[in-house]
């Protein structure tokens, strides 16, 4: 490994490609911390001359400012435990259970017309690097007039205090099984109680998948399906919290990576399926990134 610059991927904010938080079970920060660790551990890295990460504009600044403490932890301070001890970081958190619904409803608790369904290679095609056919499986909402579809679920393990953010990963399955991409906030709304929503820190991000075919429906790459990846941040007030998810209007603010139009959430939207419902505990000193322009885009 002598001469050699060894990057590491911490690409989880442009949720339209390339992203490296692939399983909603484990703790993104905890596997980066991984890497690092067996960079300033294992002696087949001993030569290397630099070390660094791929690609910041494309990384939340909660990761940013994580990759800045890996840096100073083992390549500054030479420490060779895991940073991760320190911040009392696990690899599966178990704040939530079956956030890819791979076993179909179980760990959730259903009211209305909800079912679970597989669309081969929508692991990779939702935007996510090589996660196919984890991922594949997608719950779905079927509107019934008069009627609203819920599945809820008790977060655990909270520290009290804490910020934590949840995302959610969802598209309009009609669009998608007929192979159409107009960009638009879907109807699917989070919902915590107790815990102290933060509205300011919470947002919908509009996007096309870049570089992720679904063979089928979206055979160019370069024309991929359009999703939504939801993150409502809420503050901590005890160890668990009710997370429940709808499919009514979200009501949050909603944003364009590129400043391209998209249609607001239209109540009347028959199908829409989401996955990848995951919970992460946000670094104190970590800012907002309700708003920012990830490098220009």
């Not at 660094?52 to 800045?68: E, K, M, N, S, V």
């Not at 910020?163 to 906030?185: F, H, W």
């Amino acid at each position: 490994m002598a001469h050699m610059l060894i990057l590491t991927g911490c690409d989880d904010g442009y949720y339209a490609l390339y992203g490296l938080d692939t399983f909603p079970n484990a703790a993104y920060k905890y596997f980066l911390d991984l890497q690092y660790q067996l960079l300033a551990t294992d002696p087949v890295f001993f030569g290397v001359r630099g070390v660094g990460p791929w690609i910041l504009r494309y990384a939340t600044p909660d990761t940013l400012a994580w990759q800045a403490k890996l840096f100073r932890h083992y390549m500054i301070e030479g420490k060779r435990d895991l940073l991760s001890n320190e911040y009392g970081y696990v690899y599966e958190p178990g704040y939530l259970a079956n956030g890819e619904f791979t076993d179909g409803l179980k760990a959730w608790t259903v009211e209305g017309k909800v079912a679970v369904k597989n669309i081969p290679n929508y692991g990779y095609a939702r935007g996510i690097n090589n996660t196919a056919p984890d991922g594949d499986t997608v719950a779905v909402m079927t509107r019934v007039p008069g009627q609203v579809n819920r599945v809820r679920q008790t977060i655990r393990n909270l520290k009290v205090g804490k910020r934590y953010e949840l995302l959610i990963r969802s598209a309009d399955y009609d669009d998608v099984m007929a192979g159409k991409n107009p960009l638009k906030v879907m109807t699917l709304k989070p919902e915590i109680r107790g815990a102290e929503v933060l509205g300011d820190e919470s947002i919908i991000y509009v996007y096309p998948v870049v570089m992720h075919a679904l063979p089928g429906k979206f055979p160019d790459r370069r024309n991929g399906l359009s999703a939504n990846c939801t993150r409502l941040v809420f503050r901590a007030t005890a160890p668990q919290a009710e997370l429940t998810i709808s499919d009514e209007v979200p009501g949050l603010p909603a944003l364009q990576y590129h400043g391209r139009e998209f249609a607001p959430a239209d109540p009347a939207q028959k199908q829409v399926m989401f996955n990848f419902v995951q919970v992460t505990e946000l670094l104190d000193d970590a800012p907002s990134f309700q708003k920012l322009p990830f490098g220009g885009r």
